[in-house]
C-alpha cells in the first residue's frame, strides 16, 4: 500500500524547495516543505528517518532542548504525524538534519513516510513542545540519582537527552529503563555502548522475551517495583518518555517513595 501511495506523491514530493511554506484551508501551522535524507529499518516495524533541513535554517536553530517534537505532514495525506525529535539539537546544528525513530502502524501516516525515500519532501511543523528541562534536576552534586524510563518509539526523545549531555558521568546512579517486546523489537542497541561510556547504565526490559533471555521481563514498572531502588529520594530525578499507564504508574512509585513531583520530567 505504501508503495503506491508512494508512486502517486512522487510528482509532489520532488517538487522544488523554493515552495513557500504551505498553509491549508483552516490550518493556521505554518509548514516547512522539506526533503528526506534518508530511510532506514530500526528494528521491527521500526525505522530511522533523516530529514534534511539544511535549507530551512529557522527551523532547524529553534530546536534548542532535547525532548521536543514536531509535526510532519506528507502531501495529499490530510493527518499529519506527532513525531519526537531523537537527534540531539547539536547534531542538527552541525549537519542540518533531524533525525526521527518512527514506529510503521497500517494505515498511519507514519507507514507512509517509512515507504518514503532520499529526496522525498515531506512538510514539518514548528518545533513544539517544553522538551526536557534538566536544569531542574541540576546541579549533578545535589542530584546524584537519575532514573530513565522509556517504552517501545518513546526512546526517542531520550536519545535526545543522553546525547545532549547532562552531566550523567558526574553522578552516582544513572539507569535506563527501556522497555520493549522483545530484543527484535529495540532501536538503538548500537548505541548502548556509547550511552554506558557516558554514565548510563541500561536495564532492558522484554514484555515477550523469548527463552534464551536472562534479563528483566515484564513490563518496565514492575521490573523497577521490584527492584526497589530509590536510594535517596530528595537527591534523585526522573525522566519518562512511552506508553501512558507506564508513565503513570511509574510516577506513582517515584512520588509514593518520596520523589518530588517536580523532579520528574516528561516531554508531554
Known sequence: MATIIRRHLNPICRRSLAISAAVRQHDTTIWTPTPIADVKPAAESLFYVT????????LASSYTLGGKYLQLRIPNVEKPSFLAIASPPSLTFTNCVFEFLVKSIAGSTAELLCGLGKGDVVELSP???KGFNTAQISPPEEYRSVLIFATGSGISPVRSLIESGFSADKRSDVRLYYGARNLQRMAYRDRFKAWESSGVTIVPVFSQPDDS???????????FAMAKEVYAPKSTGSVLCGHRQMAEEVTSILVGNGVPHEKILKNF
Open 51 to 58: 530529514i534534511d533541513v539544511s535549507d530551512s535554517p529557522d
Open 127 to 129: 518545533v513544539m513542545g
Open 213 to 223: 533471555w536472562v534479563g528483566e521481563a515484564g513490563y518496565v514498572q514492575a521490573a
